[in-house]
């Protein structure tokens, strides 16, 4: 087993410089200030914060989680980073390669690369791998672009653009003339926005350019909830603990946004449905937001249990309560199921990523549970890789009923209200396999992102390797040495696990191997054993994953903390995975005992014998 490197930094508001280093269990865990902690953010620039240490529940936005630093994990707070920024000038603009030329471009890499390898092959997990995966994405991490600037970046004619143009607009993706797939149509440029950061929409001059986290770093299920307490409050009833539904056809949903008319939702023209979550990204398509409408309903399910079993209760204490169940239930899936198909279950319990009832989580104040940049900007990317084509609506009796293109309906939910759709996707992601994790993304959103947006069609693969170039993400060679893996030095060492065509188009395309972006690099590699993701990206997911779970106060089964659950209600949530959420929501008469395998696989659960399991006598209160 690799040795897995965990770069902890630890900064204070007040200041410290006393650094330690402890290692458990083989995981080497380092402490301290290192430097790109971002201290220059947390002693100049942010808020200052007031504590109640005796406080149940999260705060919406995370403050207060640690109360030595309560500013760590809490939303527009910087993203750490692991290495220095790779910047040219140090400040901002992109990396060169080695010998000082422009980086090969990202549209004319994944032509070059990952073209060929797009196609579809089913896999033995189902659809909801990839899906909670986004979902877990959406509670941890929004890397917003920045807005300002010109409407569209792309009016700007591509050879005009450089580093004098608007910042937001510097890195648009260059559609070469031969593209086989856009070629033919003219395109010349796929729409490309820089991220926001602390200097440029901040109001902090950090160097270099630091990109801000608007999500809480927390498993929180703040996609649901919410990253502050305006838009919290926006969608709550105050009322019961409820949050607010609009009824369609006698069916619970999110609330619909109030468009006074307007047919725009999140970009896309002529559209009749958009809704409204914690989260911005609600109607990014079917599978986002199928999982937003089953746990606003999930939530209101529970609220009302706990009502019946404390009539007492104001509407506060059931809706904390009814959201602290919930982010501790995602939480658990996370690292009891999720997890250790991602990275491996021996390699997840090996490293504290594995939750068991035999060793509960040991909080650590010492660790910043604050996102890297090289997990959002690039390893928390490579499982785009399961992401499959089609979703299935799929009826009562298992037959296809129709099928729907990712692109093609991403801001675009009107299917989902009618004629039981909703459960139709749902058991349509429940029973059919998912994608196999190739070293690619598939065709679609390769190549037709946004379809029928205002934007045009885009490339995700070429978005994503550009994003980390924006955010300053330090080449995949880089990463391995920090991650402790065998050295590369050159295109031939590449040979020991990469095939030979691809060593020979990496050697086309970069300058030298140490050039190599840490997506490509990352999604060429092999999975490791028992794991869906190569060796570079498990590392990188480890630390960040390692740092959420034990540097989060209110973790699920963390002890002697106000407000820890009783041994009782951790031994029922334990009880509980997405099955009940789906059970409980949908019209679904049947999910399997393991949920990420599709039916073909795995042992069928009737819902009415699991569901006696969601039993919450736990929580009653008695005077």
Not at 115 to 137: A, V
Not at 288 to 310: A, D, G, P
Not at 371 to 398: Q, W
């Amino acid at each position: 087993m690799l040795n897995l490197v965990v770069w902890l930094c630890v900064i204070s508001i007040l200041g410290t410089s006393k650094s330690y280093i402890t290692e458990t269990n083989d995981l080497m865990v380092y402490y301290g200030d290192g430097p790109h902690s971002n201290s220059i953010y947390y002693n100049q620039c942010a808020p200052e914060v007031t504590c109640d240490r005796n406080a149940i529940y999260r705060t919406i936005n995370g403050e207060c989680n640690n109360l030595r630093n309560p500013l760590w994990g809490s939303s527009d707070t910087p993203y750490i980073r692991l290495l220095e920024a790779a910047y040219n000038d140090g400040d901002h603009e992109v990396r060169r390669q080695m010998d000082g030329s422009m980086l090969p471009r990202p549209r004319k890499i994944q032509l070059l690369l990952f073209l060929e390898k797009s196609r579809d092959f089913l896999d033995s997990n189902n659809y909801h791998l990839s899906q909670f995966g986004q979902w877990l994405t959406h509670d941890m991490s929004l890397l917003s672009p920045d807005f300002g600037g010109p409407k569209k970046c792309c009016d700007i004619p591509i050879e005009e653009i450089n580093n004098n143009s608007p910042y937001q607009c510097q890195l648009v993706i260059e559609v070469p003339t031969n593209d086989p797939v856009h070629g033919c149509n003219g395109q010349t440029c796929m729409e490309f926005r820089r991220a926001m950061t602390a200097a440029h929409n901040f109001s902090c001059p950090v160097i270099p350019q630091t990109p801000m986290n608007q999500a809480t770093s927390f498993i929180d299920s703040s996609q649901l909830y919410g990253h502050k307490l305006a838009k919290a409050n926006s969608i709550r009833t105050f009322v019961g603990g409820r949050l607010i539904t609009d009824i369609i056809d006698e069916n619970e949903f999110c609330p619909l946004k109030k468009r006074n008319g307007s047919l725009l939702c999140n970009g896309r023209d002529n559209v009749g449905i958009c809704f409204e979550a914690g989260d911005p990204r609600i109607n990014q398509h079917f599978g986002i937001t199928s999982y937003t409408i089953m746990f606003t309903r999930f939530h209101n399910i529970v609220t009302e249990m706990l009502e019946q079993i404390n009539p007492h209760w104001s509407d506060e204490v059931l809706y904390q309560e009814t959201r602290k169940f919930v982010g501790a239930l995602n939480q658990i899936i996370a690292y009891q199921r999720y997890l250790p198909i991602l990275l491996g279950k021996s390699y997840a319990k090996r490293y504290g990523l594995y939750l068991s009832e035999f060793k509960k989580t040991k909080y650590n104040p010492l660790l910043i549970p604050q996102l890297s940049v090289e997990f959002a900007g690039g390893a928390f990317r490579v499982p785009h890789n399961v992401v499959a084509s089609l979703y299935n609506y799929i009826g009562k009796n298992y037959e296809i009923l129709d099928s729907a293109r990712l692109n093609e309906f991403m801001s675009f939910s009107d299917p989902l209200v009618k004629c039981s759709n909703l459960d139709n996707i749902v058991r349509g992601m429940t029973v059919t396999p998912g994608r196999y994790f190739a070293p690619s993304y598939n065709y679609l959103i390769s190549n037709f992102m946004f379809h029928g947006h205002n934007t045009g069609d885009q490339d995700l693969l070429a978005v994503d390797i550009q994003r980390g170039r924006d955010v300053g993400v330090p080449p995949y060679i880089k990463i391995r040495e920090w991650c402790g893996l065998p050295p590369i030095d050159s295109f031939e060492d590449l040979l020991n696990f990469l095939p030979f065509e691809d060593v020979e188009t990496l050697r086309e395309l970069y300058a030298t191997v140490h050039d190599i972006d840490l997506l490509v690099g990352a999604l060429l590699e092999p999975p490791v054993d028992g794991g869906t993701v190569g060796p570079t990206a498990q590392c990188i997911l480890a630390d960040v994953f390692y740092r959420t779970r034990f540097g989060d106060r209110f973790f699920c089964d963390v002890e002697d903390q106000p407000g820890s659950f009783s041994q009782e209600q951790l031994d029922t949530l334990r009880n509980l995975d997405l099955g009940h959420v789906i059970c409980a929501t949908t019209e679904m008469d049947e999910v399997p005992f393991d949920i990420f395998d599709p039916t073909m696989y795995s042992q069928m659960v009737k819902c009415q014998d699991i569901l006696v399991k969601l039993d919450l006598s736990a929580w009653k209160e008695f005077p």
